[in-house]
């Protein structure tokens, strides 16, 4: 049996991801914030948690670690080695590779909202868990890094192949995409996203994971090579940007504010 992947709901809007597998009872978590969330569900399949896994050093995606451990004292917990997370007991670099029940992530180091940001990437299921880094139509604020750094960043996971599908751990897909719509309001890609996930909301469905050629299409933090975009950004600037990367910082101030 493959494993399937479950959003657990904490907070107001974060999605603890969890990959679990019916067959053999296991369970691995992404970025557990809450750990009272994580073990109801795990107490009501009778899953064995196996591994935990953190994107970044956040207390959102951070918090619940402590608790998990207490009642599965010896699961491992892998992150950015560099992370100022203390409860980090598998330190990783840019470019590991670790299996979890059967599953294969490669660590890939994605700085710009923290320093420490990293997501977790299965090329054999073609899955992203890009924590804060990209959401659907929108990526994070950035907190630590620079503006330089995240858009290297989003370039690095739009590398991937346009098939894999980012599972970001907010949602936050309404509000990014009326700022998308205000960046590009002629794009019909965002209107017709905009519908899609409305239906999935009100449907009280999850409106992620998305797929890489689907933030092609509607994500102006991706697109800061498209004409549009540029002009949009060159007029909320008042001046010609001289770069990508000077459009992607005007676009991440002009929705800081939107």
Same mark, same amino acid.
């Given at each position: ?20 597998? %019916? #067959?053999?009872?296991?369970? !691995? ?8 969330? /994580?073990?109801? =569900?795990? &107490? ?103 503006? %330089? #750094?995240?858009?290297?960043? !989003? ?8 098939? /894999?599908?980012? =599972?970001? &751990? ?89």
């Amino acid at each position: 049996m493959t494993n399937s992947i479950t959003p657990l709901q904490a907070f107001d809007d974060n999605y603890i991801w969890c990959i679990s597998n %019916a #067959q053999q009872k296991k369970a !691995l978590v992404i970025d557990p914030g809450d750990s009272q969330v /994580v073990l109801n =569900y795990l &107490a009501s399949h009778a899953y064995q948690l196996c591994a935990i896994l953190v994107t970044h050093h956040h207390y959102d995606h951070t918090d619940g670690i402590n608790g998990l451990l207490q009642r599965y004292p010896d699961t491992p917990v892998y992150g950015n080695g560099d992370s100022p997370c203390s409860a980090i007991s598998q330190p990783l670099d840019d470019g590991d590779h670790i299996t979890i029940m059967g599953q294969e992530f490669q660590l890939l180091t994605v700085p710009g909202h923290t320093l420490d940001h990293v997501a977790y990437y299965d090329a054999k299921n073609q899955q992203l868990f890009c924590g804060d880094t990209l959401f659907l139509a929108g990526c994070g604020r950035i907190f630590e890094g620079t503006a %330089a #750094q995240m858009h290297q960043s !989003l370039q690095k996971l739009m590398a991937l192949p346009s098939a /894999v599908q980012a =599972y970001p &751990a907010h949602e936050y897909s309404l509000a990014n995409l009326a700022f998308a719509a205000a960046v590009e309001p002629d794009n019909k890609d965002i209107t017709q996203t905009i519908k899609q996930a409305q239906q999935k909301r009100q449907q009280g469905e999850p409106s992620v994971p998305s797929s890489l050629s689907q933030e092609a299409l509607v994500n102006p933090f991706v697109r800061c090579h498209i004409p549009a975009v540029i002009v949009a950004a060159n007029q909320k600037a008042e001046r010609q940007l001289a770069s990508q990367t000077d459009v992607f910082a005007t676009l991440r101030e002009w929705k800081n504010n939107f």
